[in-house]
């Protein structure tokens, strides 16, 4: 079956960066685009940083420009989300999600405190 595993979440000060990974299984990753969310407490989710099925082509909503970076190993079937100068509002369990069907991973916590 399909399973999607994050990892790499945690508390990390402000201005600090991490290192998010999607462990992917149970389907053909490098055939599907894939994404990145979040969702903080009494938030709705948001989207984070969609990348193609190549991994040429990515995109990110504007709140996270600059700051974020996705990538993906398609012989790992593994994608990755790098976040650098974090801040507070950034705090929420962050997701990874197979575009066009309905798999997500159970999420990793970030905690962005001083």
């Known amino acids: 079956q399909v399973q999607l595993v994050e990892s790499g979440g945690g508390l990390v000060q402000p201005g600090g960066s991490l290192r998010l990974s999607c462990a992917a299984s149970?389907?053909?990753?490098?055939?599907?685009?894939m994404s990145w969310h979040r969702q903080a407490p009494g938030k709705e989710r948001e989207l984070v940083a969609v990348i193609t099925s190549d991994g040429r082509g990515t995109n990110y909503p504007d709140s996270m420009k600059g700051r974020s970076t996705i990538s993906r190993d398609n012989a790992k079937n593994t994608v990755y989300l790098q976040m650098n100068g974090l801040k507070p509002e950034d705090t929420a369990v962050y997701s990874c999600?197979?575009?066009?069907?309905?798999?997500w991973g159970q999420g990793t916590q970030v905690t962005v405190s001083s």
């Open positions: 149970g389907f053909i990753f490098s055939r599907y685009a």
């Open positions: 999600h197979v575009i066009t069907t309905q798999y």
